[in-house]
């Protein structure tokens, strides 16, 4: 009996996995997402149980409807800490910063309207429907929280099989994290009073508005002082990966549950905070395997947990769900309801989100309407009024009845349909500068392809292959329409400049990690090439030189301040870090710059320009050109006013690239046998 115990969830495990492997081949080139998918295949799974058809697989039935009764808490504290840390770890700092105040407005005051317009809708159905009648205004303000917030697994899931931009899907998962925080505090706030009012002996709250701050800023708080401290003790054992690795992942689950279990606040926000932190500031600690550990480790929790939630989602709903027609039609008001009130919330705070951030365009506020899914978070807080004795039964019911409805229905019609929704207002399109550019990059991957073919059989390599059957394996070369021809000048420049820093900042991490530049010289020079990100290339590369002086601006004065020798040479033997620090900085700013002329040169010989296309090739040119020369003689200066300091500066360097290569000669030879 023991044993059929512990069976029972491992076997479900087990089968949810390989139906879930399953179903992503089978979903792969279909236009249902497969997390939706997922969900339906446990509601079905739910609906044969519930019906008796599996009666004849004991260890199944035995095993889905323990999965029906399921602990609402096990679902937060099992899944979320993976789910939103691997969110969280993924999000590109830069852009959340610049995103973060479009969030807040969407995630508390667009939250709060959204929790009372909810209830409006509640209490306008309370008088045309007799089983409503029991409903005050306190529980549709706690039915109002509890189905305003979306739901941050569903939503993540979603963007992640949507492809969406990174501006956008930032907004959007940024929004549905930081929403849990106040949708669970208001939720707490109604479900505590309805609590009191029957009896319970739960705690008053003393002030909403004190309660969201203290659960807020209190997650914040947690997670950062975890991620810190999680820091230090994995900067302390460098050398040892494995630890790293499992301090980091147990780490998560420890920020969710002292903030959730031990200290009553958000354990989303806290997840968030410290997956921030560790992804910032980790990828400056961490060595390169960390990293693709890291990456493939949290892909792969995130697969097992989006799995699991959703199935299990599924089950719930339909095995614990009474139907009645009643319950079905003001379902169906409620789903036109809350989608209408999200719409309106997001374009009541259009106006202002246009001007904060990366703004807002019409159509990206459609689609941040209607995406406002709702999954395993609605859901745990429906279970838990479900599962409290002291609110009346046929409340309850109704409670669970209209919240897995709603998350079943923004799960099988919202986010099938945004899809769909993407393609007809256009954002899926790509402009056709960028169709261009992705083009021009093919032909040179198809002539550098094609190039070595001919290269194989001019030397003789393999004489007697089939090289007319060789030839047909090679990749063909896209062909561009006449309307791409016409319309592909525009914006060229601006499309090519973005392409630059991109590259920029993936060569960055190159000479990072070969022990050219150091992290904090690495953190200044990514902070260059964002800055031309957020200005979507309107502004010429050349205005990096400002800013690498800005960047510079305390040294910079210090350099041409004509300073009497005596001070200048004191500088240079007894405090020497700021002049390293110069040196490193511009150092990595010059190797950038020469790499991004090289990468425009393999366009200008790749014949993929027309002449009046090469302009702004050119154009481009002279703007790094300008900035290698402004760091040059950058460079000079600094050599001559401070001769100690930048010797220092190359010994530095010299050390730090020889460490590295030791490291990499050791892990060859290793590999070889050798050691």
Known sequence: ?????????????????????????????????????????????????????????????????????????MILYLFLPILIFEGAYELDFHIFKKTLVNAILLAVPGLVFCTFATAAVIMAIHGSAANYNAWTWSIALMFGALISATDPVAVVALLNELKMSKRFSTLVDTESMLNDGTGIVMFMIFYTGLSLTTGSSAGESVSPVLDFIIVAFGGVGVGFVIAYITMIFITKIAKDEMVQHSIVITASYLVFLIAEAYLDVSGVIALVTYGLYISYYGHLKFKPNVHRFMGTFWELAAHIGNTLIFIIVGIVIAMNVEFTWINMGVLLVLFIAINLIRALMVFLFRPLMKRTGFGLTRNEAVILSWGGLRGALGLTLGLIVFYTPAIPENIRHEILFQTGGIVALTLTFNATTIGPLLRRIGLDKVSPTKGFLKLSAHRLYVNSIREYYQEMRDKGILDGSNWELVEKTLPEEEIETKEEKALRIENLTEELRIRVVRHEKLYLWDIYNLGVINPHSLEKLQSLADIIFDNDGKDPLNIQEELFDELLRRGTKLLWFKAPCWYRHFLDRYFPARTVSRYDVTRGFILMQQESLKLLKEYTEGNVFTPRESASVSEIEEEIKHNIKRAEQYMIRLQKRHPESFKMALTHKAIRMIKIKEKSIKLRLKRQGIM
């Open 1 to 73: 009996m023991g044993i059929n115990h512990i069976l029972e969830p491992l076997l479900f495990i087990i089968i949810s996995l390989i139906c879930g492997g399953l179903l992503k081949v089978v979903l792969k080139k279909s236009a249902l997402p497969y997390t939706v998918g997922l969900f339906i295949f446990g509601f079905g799974v739910g609906l044969l149980d519930r019906f008796k058809f599996l009666t004849w697989l004991p260890t199944i039935d035995t095993a889905l409807n323990r999965i029906s009764d399921i602990n609402p808490n």
